[in-house]
Protein backbone atom coordinates (compact mmCIF):
# COMPACT_ATOMS: atom_id res chain seq x y z
CA UNK A 1 0.00 0.00 0.00
CA UNK A 2 1.11 3.27 -1.40
CA UNK A 3 1.48 6.05 1.83
CA UNK A 4 -0.93 8.89 1.24
CA UNK A 5 1.89 11.76 1.13
CA UNK A 6 4.09 9.56 -1.18
CA UNK A 7 0.83 9.55 -3.45
CA UNK A 8 0.27 13.56 -3.17
CA UNK A 9 4.06 13.93 -3.76
CA UNK A 10 3.89 11.56 -6.84
CA UNK A 11 0.81 13.01 -8.22
CA UNK A 12 2.40 16.42 -8.02
CA UNK A 13 5.50 15.60 -9.61
CA UNK A 14 3.64 13.76 -12.55
CA UNK A 15 1.09 16.75 -13.05
CA UNK A 16 4.59 18.68 -13.34
CA UNK A 17 6.15 16.77 -15.95
CA UNK A 18 3.22 16.26 -17.91
CA UNK A 19 3.22 20.41 -18.02
CA UNK A 20 6.43 20.68 -18.83
CA UNK A 21 7.10 18.25 -21.46
CA UNK A 22 3.39 19.39 -23.10
CA UNK A 23 4.81 23.11 -23.11
CA UNK A 24 7.77 22.04 -24.99
CA UNK A 25 5.62 19.87 -27.63
CA UNK A 26 3.38 22.78 -28.85
CA UNK A 27 6.07 25.88 -28.40
CA UNK A 28 8.44 23.42 -30.72
CA UNK A 29 5.75 23.14 -32.93
CA UNK A 30 5.77 27.10 -33.16
CA UNK A 31 9.00 26.67 -33.50
CA UNK A 32 9.53 24.77 -36.71
CA UNK A 33 6.67 26.35 -38.02
CA UNK A 34 8.94 29.99 -38.29
CA UNK A 35 11.94 27.35 -38.96
CA UNK A 36 10.33 26.12 -42.15
CA UNK A 37 8.97 29.56 -42.98
CA UNK A 38 13.17 31.07 -41.91
CA UNK A 39 14.32 28.78 -44.67
CA UNK A 40 11.98 29.02 -47.38
CA UNK A 41 10.78 25.79 -47.12
CA UNK A 42 7.87 24.57 -49.87
CA UNK A 43 4.27 25.80 -48.03
CA UNK A 44 3.20 22.17 -48.05
CA UNK A 45 5.43 21.18 -45.59
CA UNK A 46 4.10 23.41 -42.48
CA UNK A 47 0.88 21.32 -42.74
CA UNK A 48 2.77 18.14 -42.81
CA UNK A 49 4.39 18.72 -39.33
CA UNK A 50 1.01 17.24 -37.67
CA UNK A 51 1.02 14.46 -39.34
CA UNK A 52 4.90 13.47 -39.15
CA UNK A 53 4.07 13.94 -35.24
CA UNK A 54 1.54 11.15 -35.27
CA UNK A 55 3.50 8.71 -37.56
CA UNK A 56 5.12 6.88 -34.60
CA UNK A 57 1.71 6.91 -32.88
CA UNK A 58 -0.12 5.13 -35.78
CA UNK A 59 2.97 2.33 -36.73
CA UNK A 60 3.93 1.73 -32.83
CA UNK A 61 0.24 1.26 -31.41
CA UNK A 62 0.23 -1.96 -30.38
CA UNK A 63 3.51 -1.61 -29.20
CA UNK A 64 4.05 1.39 -26.82
CA UNK A 65 1.27 -0.04 -24.44
CA UNK A 66 2.91 -3.16 -23.59
CA UNK A 67 6.33 -1.48 -23.19
CA UNK A 68 4.99 1.22 -21.35
CA UNK A 69 3.85 -1.70 -18.55
CA UNK A 70 6.89 -3.67 -18.91
CA UNK A 71 9.80 -1.14 -16.85
CA UNK A 72 8.78 1.89 -14.45
CA UNK A 73 6.61 4.50 -15.88
CA UNK A 74 8.50 7.09 -14.77
CA UNK A 75 11.77 5.80 -16.25
CA UNK A 76 9.52 5.56 -19.96
CA UNK A 77 8.51 9.06 -19.05
CA UNK A 78 12.39 9.69 -18.84
CA UNK A 79 13.21 7.62 -22.00
CA UNK A 80 10.39 9.81 -23.87
CA UNK A 81 11.35 12.53 -22.94
CA UNK A 82 15.30 12.17 -23.69
CA UNK A 83 14.06 11.25 -27.52
CA UNK A 84 12.14 14.52 -27.62
CA UNK A 85 15.74 16.24 -26.36
CA UNK A 86 17.18 14.12 -29.27
CA UNK A 87 14.47 15.82 -31.59
CA UNK A 88 15.06 19.26 -30.60
CA UNK A 89 19.45 18.57 -31.25
CA UNK A 90 18.38 16.78 -34.48
CA UNK A 91 16.46 20.49 -35.83
CA UNK A 92 19.30 22.56 -33.98
CA UNK A 93 22.20 20.28 -36.06
CA UNK A 94 20.69 21.56 -39.17
CA UNK A 95 18.44 17.64 -39.76
CA UNK A 96 15.29 18.23 -41.98
CA UNK A 97 12.59 20.14 -39.50
CA UNK A 98 9.84 17.01 -40.49
CA UNK A 99 12.23 14.45 -39.39
CA UNK A 100 13.19 15.92 -36.49
CA UNK A 101 9.83 16.30 -35.38
CA UNK A 102 8.79 13.24 -36.26
CA UNK A 103 11.29 11.97 -33.71
CA UNK A 104 9.52 14.52 -31.42
CA UNK A 105 6.36 12.47 -31.87
CA UNK A 106 7.89 8.97 -31.04
CA UNK A 107 9.07 10.30 -27.88
CA UNK A 108 5.45 11.43 -27.41
CA UNK A 109 3.72 8.36 -28.57
CA UNK A 110 5.61 6.34 -25.92
CA UNK A 111 4.95 8.73 -23.34
CA UNK A 112 1.10 8.76 -23.84
CA UNK A 113 0.40 4.90 -22.30
CA UNK A 114 2.99 5.65 -19.12
CA UNK A 115 1.30 9.25 -18.35
CA UNK A 116 -2.44 7.82 -18.16
CA UNK A 117 -1.13 4.49 -16.38
CA UNK A 118 0.52 5.60 -13.66
CA UNK A 119 -2.22 7.15 -12.38
CA UNK A 120 -3.86 4.03 -12.43
CA UNK A 121 -0.92 2.74 -10.30
CA UNK A 122 -0.60 5.83 -8.36
CA UNK A 123 -4.26 6.86 -7.32
CA UNK A 124 -7.04 5.19 -5.40
CA UNK A 125 -10.07 4.16 -7.75
CA UNK A 126 -12.11 6.76 -5.84
CA UNK A 127 -9.54 9.00 -6.83
CA UNK A 128 -9.15 8.57 -11.22
CA UNK A 129 -11.45 10.77 -12.75
CA UNK A 130 -10.61 13.80 -10.44
CA UNK A 131 -7.16 12.96 -11.65
CA UNK A 132 -7.88 11.90 -15.28
CA UNK A 133 -9.51 15.46 -15.32
CA UNK A 134 -6.29 17.55 -13.46
CA UNK A 135 -4.52 15.65 -16.10
CA UNK A 136 -7.25 16.81 -18.95
CA UNK A 137 -7.08 20.04 -17.92
CA UNK A 138 -3.18 20.58 -17.25
CA UNK A 139 -2.04 19.65 -20.84
CA UNK A 140 -4.86 22.04 -22.48
CA UNK A 141 -3.91 25.04 -20.13
CA UNK A 142 -0.06 23.57 -21.28
CA UNK A 143 -1.03 23.80 -24.96
CA UNK A 144 -2.54 27.34 -24.80
CA UNK A 145 0.90 28.43 -23.40
CA UNK A 146 2.99 26.37 -25.43
CA UNK A 147 1.62 27.89 -28.85
CA UNK A 148 1.85 31.27 -27.03
CA UNK A 149 5.27 30.87 -25.57
CA UNK A 150 6.68 29.42 -29.38
CA UNK A 151 5.12 32.52 -30.73
CA UNK A 152 6.91 34.66 -28.58
CA UNK A 153 10.18 32.91 -28.64
CA UNK A 154 10.67 33.62 -32.39
CA UNK A 155 8.72 36.86 -32.21
CA UNK A 156 10.68 40.34 -32.09
CA UNK A 157 10.00 40.88 -28.63
CA UNK A 158 12.28 37.94 -27.20
CA UNK A 159 14.34 36.16 -30.07
CA UNK A 160 17.10 39.20 -29.49
CA UNK A 161 17.17 38.67 -26.18
CA UNK A 162 17.66 35.09 -26.35
CA UNK A 163 20.50 35.63 -29.22
CA UNK A 164 22.24 37.95 -26.98
CA UNK A 165 22.86 35.36 -24.84
CA UNK A 166 26.79 34.64 -24.79
CA UNK A 167 28.22 31.25 -23.16
CA UNK A 168 31.90 31.77 -22.03
CA UNK A 169 34.18 29.90 -24.06
CA UNK A 170 32.16 28.41 -25.76
CA UNK A 171 30.61 28.93 -29.36
CA UNK A 172 26.81 27.72 -29.84
CA UNK A 173 26.57 28.74 -33.23
CA UNK A 174 23.18 29.69 -32.51
CA UNK A 175 22.15 32.67 -34.97
CA UNK A 176 18.74 32.25 -35.93
CA UNK A 177 15.52 33.45 -33.90
CA UNK A 178 14.14 29.50 -34.64
CA UNK A 179 17.06 28.02 -33.41
CA UNK A 180 17.46 30.21 -30.15
CA UNK A 181 13.72 29.20 -29.29
CA UNK A 182 14.26 25.49 -29.83
CA UNK A 183 17.48 25.30 -27.56
CA UNK A 184 15.63 27.02 -25.20
CA UNK A 185 12.88 24.50 -25.64
CA UNK A 186 15.46 22.05 -25.15
CA UNK A 187 16.08 22.88 -22.00
CA UNK A 188 12.05 23.06 -21.27
CA UNK A 189 11.98 18.64 -22.03
CA UNK A 190 15.04 18.31 -19.94
CA UNK A 191 12.85 19.83 -16.61
CA UNK A 192 10.25 17.88 -17.49
CA UNK A 193 13.07 14.99 -17.43
CA UNK A 194 14.52 15.78 -13.79
CA UNK A 195 10.71 15.84 -12.88
CA UNK A 196 10.43 12.11 -14.55
CA UNK A 197 13.51 11.26 -12.47
CA UNK A 198 11.15 11.73 -9.09
CA UNK A 199 8.49 9.77 -9.77
CA UNK A 200 7.80 7.27 -7.22
CA UNK A 201 8.11 3.75 -8.38
CA UNK A 202 4.48 2.15 -7.60
CA UNK A 203 3.54 -1.70 -5.96
CA UNK A 204 1.99 -2.62 -9.50
CA UNK A 205 3.75 -5.42 -10.79
CA UNK A 206 5.72 -5.17 -14.27
CA UNK A 207 4.91 -7.18 -17.28
CA UNK A 208 7.43 -8.43 -19.66
CA UNK A 209 7.18 -7.84 -23.58
CA UNK A 210 6.35 -10.79 -25.38
CA UNK A 211 8.51 -12.02 -27.72
CA UNK A 212 6.33 -12.66 -30.15
CA UNK A 213 5.36 -9.45 -32.37
CA UNK A 214 3.27 -10.59 -34.61
CA UNK A 215 1.25 -12.01 -31.81
CA UNK A 216 1.00 -8.56 -29.85
CA UNK A 217 -0.63 -6.97 -33.65
CA UNK A 218 -2.69 -9.69 -33.60
CA UNK A 219 -4.36 -9.25 -30.96
CA UNK A 220 -4.58 -5.42 -31.42
CA UNK A 221 -6.04 -5.98 -34.77
CA UNK A 222 -8.86 -7.96 -32.88
CA UNK A 223 -9.71 -4.90 -30.63
CA UNK A 224 -10.52 -3.13 -33.54
CA UNK A 225 -12.42 -4.81 -35.12
CA UNK A 226 -14.30 -5.43 -32.32
CA UNK A 227 -14.90 -1.83 -31.42
CA UNK A 228 -15.55 -1.06 -35.28
CA UNK A 229 -18.05 -3.90 -35.42
CA UNK A 230 -19.94 -2.90 -32.50
CA UNK A 231 -23.13 -0.43 -33.66
CA UNK A 232 -22.90 2.26 -31.54
CA UNK A 233 -19.13 1.96 -30.98
CA UNK A 234 -18.32 2.32 -34.37
CA UNK A 235 -20.19 5.36 -34.63
CA UNK A 236 -18.24 7.35 -32.08
CA UNK A 237 -14.72 5.99 -33.20
CA UNK A 238 -15.68 7.59 -36.65
CA UNK A 239 -17.19 11.02 -34.98
CA UNK A 240 -13.74 10.87 -32.51
CA UNK A 241 -11.66 9.52 -35.29
CA UNK A 242 -12.79 12.77 -37.40
CA UNK A 243 -12.93 15.32 -35.10
CA UNK A 244 -9.25 14.95 -33.20
CA UNK A 245 -8.12 14.32 -37.15
CA UNK A 246 -9.36 17.69 -37.90
CA UNK A 247 -8.40 19.44 -34.21
CA UNK A 248 -5.13 17.64 -34.63
CA UNK A 249 -4.48 19.48 -38.02
CA UNK A 250 -6.82 22.86 -37.27
CA UNK A 251 -3.84 24.68 -35.46
CA UNK A 252 -1.52 24.53 -38.53
CA UNK A 253 -4.57 25.07 -40.70
CA UNK A 254 -4.91 28.52 -38.98
CA UNK A 255 -0.99 29.50 -39.39
CA UNK A 256 -1.52 28.96 -43.20
CA UNK A 257 -5.34 30.96 -43.37
CA UNK A 258 -3.40 33.49 -41.31
CA UNK A 259 -0.62 33.72 -43.24
CA UNK A 260 -2.64 34.20 -46.67
CA UNK A 261 -5.76 36.33 -44.96
CA UNK A 262 -4.07 38.40 -42.56
CA UNK A 263 -0.83 38.56 -43.58
CA UNK A 264 0.15 37.54 -40.17
CA UNK A 265 3.57 36.13 -39.05
CA UNK A 266 4.16 33.28 -36.85
CA UNK A 267 3.98 35.07 -33.84
CA UNK A 268 0.70 36.55 -34.34
CA UNK A 269 -0.77 33.67 -36.05
CA UNK A 270 0.22 31.59 -32.64
CA UNK A 271 -2.52 33.86 -30.83
CA UNK A 272 -5.25 32.81 -33.19
CA UNK A 273 -4.12 29.26 -33.24
CA UNK A 274 -4.65 29.75 -29.10
CA UNK A 275 -7.72 31.14 -29.30
CA UNK A 276 -9.31 27.90 -31.21
CA UNK A 277 -8.21 25.75 -28.00
CA UNK A 278 -9.48 28.13 -26.08
CA UNK A 279 -12.91 27.85 -27.68
CA UNK A 280 -12.56 24.07 -27.28
CA UNK A 281 -12.05 23.82 -23.91
CA UNK A 282 -15.39 26.38 -23.49
CA UNK A 283 -17.14 24.39 -25.32
CA UNK A 284 -15.84 20.55 -23.09
CA UNK A 285 -17.06 22.28 -20.18
CA UNK A 286 -20.56 23.46 -21.50
CA UNK A 287 -20.89 19.93 -23.05
CA UNK A 288 -19.76 18.23 -19.73
CA UNK A 289 -22.67 20.18 -17.65
CA UNK A 290 -25.31 19.97 -20.48
CA UNK A 291 -25.08 16.26 -22.39
CA UNK A 292 -25.80 12.72 -21.05
CA UNK A 293 -23.68 9.53 -22.04
CA UNK A 294 -26.69 8.14 -23.46
CA UNK A 295 -27.86 11.25 -25.55
CA UNK A 296 -24.06 11.59 -27.16
CA UNK A 297 -24.94 10.56 -30.60
CA UNK A 298 -27.86 13.65 -30.58
CA UNK A 299 -25.06 16.03 -31.14
CA UNK A 300 -23.96 14.24 -35.16
CA UNK A 301 -26.12 17.26 -37.01
CA UNK A 302 -23.39 19.60 -35.35
CA UNK A 303 -20.06 17.82 -36.75
CA UNK A 304 -21.49 19.25 -40.15
CA UNK A 305 -21.48 22.73 -38.83
CA UNK A 306 -17.54 21.91 -38.23
CA UNK A 307 -16.85 22.02 -42.15
CA UNK A 308 -18.90 24.31 -42.92
CA UNK A 309 -17.22 26.91 -40.86
CA UNK A 310 -13.77 25.66 -41.58
CA UNK A 311 -15.18 27.13 -45.02
CA UNK A 312 -16.41 30.44 -43.61
CA UNK A 313 -12.90 30.86 -42.71
CA UNK A 314 -12.09 32.13 -46.44
CA UNK A 315 -14.59 34.92 -45.85
CA UNK A 316 -12.96 36.62 -42.54
CA UNK A 317 -10.24 39.30 -43.43
CA UNK A 318 -10.34 40.76 -39.93
CA UNK A 319 -8.92 39.83 -36.80
CA UNK A 320 -11.52 41.38 -34.96
CA UNK A 321 -13.56 38.99 -36.56
CA UNK A 322 -11.59 36.12 -36.77
CA UNK A 323 -10.77 35.64 -33.12
CA UNK A 324 -14.54 34.82 -32.22
CA UNK A 325 -15.56 33.21 -35.20
CA UNK A 326 -11.68 30.75 -34.31
CA UNK A 327 -13.36 30.55 -30.51
CA UNK A 328 -17.09 29.43 -31.92
CA UNK A 329 -15.00 26.68 -34.36
CA UNK A 330 -12.98 25.78 -31.49
CA UNK A 331 -15.83 25.49 -29.11
CA UNK A 332 -17.96 23.17 -31.50
CA UNK A 333 -15.04 20.83 -32.00
CA UNK A 334 -15.22 20.43 -27.99
CA UNK A 335 -18.69 20.23 -27.48
CA UNK A 336 -18.46 17.17 -29.74
CA UNK A 337 -15.62 15.30 -28.76
CA UNK A 338 -16.52 15.41 -25.01
CA UNK A 339 -19.43 13.51 -25.10
CA UNK A 340 -18.62 11.29 -28.15
CA UNK A 341 -15.85 10.32 -26.10
CA UNK A 342 -16.91 9.61 -23.06
CA UNK A 343 -19.45 7.10 -24.71
CA UNK A 344 -16.31 5.46 -26.78
CA UNK A 345 -14.66 5.04 -23.97
CA UNK A 346 -17.98 3.12 -22.23
CA UNK A 347 -18.46 0.85 -25.48
CA UNK A 348 -14.52 0.53 -25.36
CA UNK A 349 -14.29 -0.54 -21.73
CA UNK A 350 -17.24 -3.10 -22.31
CA UNK A 351 -16.14 -4.96 -24.74
CA UNK A 352 -12.27 -5.41 -23.97
CA UNK A 353 -11.15 -3.02 -21.09
CA UNK A 354 -9.66 0.22 -20.91
CA UNK A 355 -6.60 -0.25 -21.75
CA UNK A 356 -6.99 -1.58 -25.22
CA UNK A 357 -9.65 0.89 -25.77
CA UNK A 358 -7.78 3.36 -25.40
CA UNK A 359 -4.79 2.13 -27.27
CA UNK A 360 -6.92 1.67 -30.07
CA UNK A 361 -8.81 5.19 -29.92
CA UNK A 362 -5.14 6.45 -30.00
CA UNK A 363 -4.55 4.45 -33.21
CA UNK A 364 -7.69 5.52 -35.27
CA UNK A 365 -7.21 9.05 -34.12
CA UNK A 366 -3.80 9.26 -34.45
CA UNK A 367 -3.91 7.94 -38.05
CA UNK A 368 -6.57 10.29 -38.92
CA UNK A 369 -4.24 13.29 -38.20
CA UNK A 370 -1.73 11.97 -40.14
CA UNK A 371 -4.17 11.31 -43.24
CA UNK A 372 -6.23 14.31 -43.54
CA UNK A 373 -2.56 16.37 -42.62
CA UNK A 374 -1.27 14.41 -45.72
CA UNK A 375 -4.64 15.01 -47.76
CA UNK A 376 -4.11 19.09 -46.43
CA UNK A 377 -0.43 19.25 -47.37
CA UNK A 378 -0.85 17.80 -50.68
CA UNK A 379 -3.63 20.02 -51.70
CA UNK A 380 -1.00 22.75 -50.99
CA UNK A 381 1.80 20.54 -53.15
CA UNK A 382 -0.25 20.29 -56.11
CA UNK A 383 -0.02 24.26 -56.09
CA UNK A 384 -4.18 25.25 -54.47
CA UNK A 385 -3.94 28.67 -52.54
CA UNK A 386 -4.35 28.23 -48.87
CA UNK A 387 -8.29 29.38 -49.07
CA UNK A 388 -9.05 26.71 -51.78
CA UNK A 389 -7.54 24.53 -49.75
CA UNK A 390 -8.95 25.19 -46.98
CA UNK A 391 -12.55 24.55 -48.59
CA UNK A 392 -11.52 21.70 -49.76
CA UNK A 393 -10.38 20.57 -46.78
CA UNK A 394 -14.14 21.89 -44.74
CA UNK A 395 -16.32 20.15 -47.55
CA UNK A 396 -14.26 16.97 -46.76
CA UNK A 397 -15.25 17.20 -43.61
CA UNK A 398 -18.74 18.17 -43.76
CA UNK A 399 -19.57 15.25 -46.04
CA UNK A 400 -17.68 12.98 -43.95
CA UNK A 401 -19.99 13.82 -40.85
CA UNK A 402 -22.96 14.31 -43.19
CA UNK A 403 -22.57 10.26 -43.91
CA UNK A 404 -21.55 9.47 -40.28
CA UNK A 405 -24.73 10.64 -39.43
CA UNK A 406 -26.75 9.36 -41.80
CA UNK A 407 -24.88 5.79 -40.93
CA UNK A 408 -26.26 6.13 -37.56
CA UNK A 409 -29.50 6.80 -38.39
CA UNK A 410 -29.57 3.64 -41.11
CA UNK A 411 -28.44 1.64 -37.93
CA UNK A 412 -31.10 3.28 -35.81
CA UNK A 413 -33.39 1.62 -38.29
CA UNK A 414 -31.88 -1.53 -39.18
CA UNK A 415 -30.76 -2.42 -35.29
CA UNK A 416 -33.49 -0.83 -33.15
CA UNK A 417 -33.32 -3.48 -30.41
CA UNK A 418 -29.24 -3.55 -30.06
CA UNK A 419 -28.98 0.25 -29.88
CA UNK A 420 -31.74 1.02 -27.35
CA UNK A 421 -30.16 -2.16 -25.30
CA UNK A 422 -26.55 -0.63 -25.89
CA UNK A 423 -28.05 3.18 -24.69
CA UNK A 424 -29.69 1.54 -21.60
CA UNK A 425 -27.04 0.26 -20.67
CA UNK A 426 -25.15 3.91 -20.75
CA UNK A 427 -28.25 4.88 -19.14
CA UNK A 428 -27.68 2.57 -16.37
CA UNK A 429 -24.13 3.74 -15.77
CA UNK A 430 -24.71 6.72 -14.65
CA UNK A 431 -25.94 9.03 -17.74
CA UNK A 432 -22.37 11.31 -17.60
Not at 324 to 349: D, K, T
Request: hydrophobic share 55%; aromatic share 8%.
Amino acid sequence: MIARDTVKKGFSIIMSAQFFSSLADNALLVAAVELLRASHAPSWQTPALAPMFALFYVVLAPFVGTFADSIPKGRVMFISNGIKIVGCLMMLLGVHPLLAYAVVGLGAATYSPAKYGILTELLPPSQLVKGNGWIEGLTVGSIILGILLGGQLVGPGLSPLLLGIDLPFIDTGITTAPAAAISLIAVIYVVAAVFNLYIPRTEAPLIPMQGNLLAMVSDFSVCNARLWADKLGQITLATTTLLWGIFGNLRLIVFAWAAAALGYGTTQASNLAGVVIIGSVIGAVAASVLMKLDRATSVLTLGIGVGILMIGLNLIGSAWVAAPFLIVLGALCGFLIVPMNALLQHRGHNLMGAGRSIAVQNFNEQACILGLGAFYAGLTRVGLSAFVAIAVFGLLVAVSMALIRRWHQRNTVLHRDELERLLAIARSDGGH
